[in-house]
T-cell receptor, first 118, second 114 residues
C-alpha cells in the first residue's frame, strides 16, 4: 500500500515571501499521479497542482510550482509571492493508476497548516 | 459547471438515528468517491464507484455504513444507526474516470452525532 508523509505539521511565511512544503511518499509503482490540495477554513478541498510521474518536467501553476524527485520519492510544493489568501491546510496526495482495487484511489498525507503573516 | 454538490452541509443528529448524505457529481464524470475527514485519521477513502458500480468499499468502517449510486448523477452514503464516533466531515468527489484524472471535491457535510 502507498503511504504519503508530510513531515511539517505547521509552516509560516511572511506575505510576499516564498515557502516550500514537503511531501514524501512510498510506492512500488512506476506510474502514478501526485497532487497538492488546499483546504481553507471553508473546508472546501481545492486542487492546487498536479504532476504525472512519467513527466520529468515539474508542474507549475502561476505562483505554485513543485519539485518532483521521482527517485527520492519527494514532491514538494513551492509557493512564491505568498498572499494572505494562501493561508490554509495543504494536503499532498498520491493517486495510483495500477490495476485492481487500488486504481484511482487517492491517498492523502496528514496535511500542513500554512500561516501567512502580513 | 456547478461542481460537485453535497447535501446537507451540516447535520446534527442523535445517536441511533439514521443519517443520509447526498452527492451529485459533476455532469459527465463517471467516477465518484466518498471520503471522511477526522482529526485523528485525516482524510480516508470510504468507497468509490466507477460507472455507478462500487469498485472498492474496503474503507467503509462497518456494516452501519452503506453507499449507493442508483444513477450517474446521484449517490448516497447512509449511516444506520449513527454513533458519536461517526462525527466527521464527509466529502464526495468525482472525476472523469478512475485513473489519473483529477478528483474534484464537494463542499463536504459536517456531521455531528450527539
Amino acid at each position: 500500500a502507498q503511504t504519503v508523509t508530510q513531515s511539517q505539521p505547521e509552516m509560516s511565511v511572511q506575505e510576499a515571501e516564498t515557502v516550500t512544503l514537503s511531501c514524501t511518499y512510498d510506492t512500488s509503482e512506476s506510474d502514478y499521479y501526485l497532487f497538492w490540495y488546499k483546504q481553507p477554513p471553508s473546508r472546501q478541498m481545492i486542487l492546487v497542482i498536479r504532476q504525472e510521474a512519467y513527466k520529468q518536467q515539474n508542474a507549475t501553476e502561476n505562483r505554485f510550482s513543485v519539485n518532483f524527485q521521482k527517485a527520492a520519492k519527494s514532491f514538494s510544493l513551492k509557493i512564491s509571492d505568498s498572499q494572505l489568501g494562501d493561508a490554509a491546510m495543504y494536503f499532498c496526495a498520491y493517486r495510483s493508476v495500477a490495476g485492481g482495487t487500488s486504481y484511482g484511489k487517492l491517498t492523502f498525507g496528514q496535511g500542513t497548516i500554512l500561516t501567512v503573516h502580513p | 459547471d456547478a461542481g460537485v454538490i453535497q447535501s446537507p452541509r451540516h447535520e446534527v443528529t442523535e445517536m441511533g438515528q439514521e443519517v443520509t448524505l447526498r452527492c451529485k457529481p459533476i455532469s459527465g464524470h463517471n467516477s465518484l468517491f466518498w471520503y471522511r475527514q477526522t482529526m485523528m485519521r485525516g482524510l480516508e477513502l470510504l468507497i468509490y464507484f466507477n460507472n455507478n458500480v462500487p469498485i472498492d468499499d474496503s474503507g467503509m468502517p462497518e456494516d452501519r455504513f452503506s453507499a449507493k449510486m442508483p444513477n450517474a448523477s446521484f449517490s448516497t452514503l447512509k449511516i444506520q444507526p449513527s454513533e458519536p464516533r461517526d462525527s466527521a466531515v464527509y466529502f464526495c468527489a468525482s472525476s472523469l474516470n478512475s485513473g489519473g484524472d483529477t478528483q474534484y471535491f464537494g463542499p463536504g457535510t459536517r456531521l455531528t452525532v450527539l
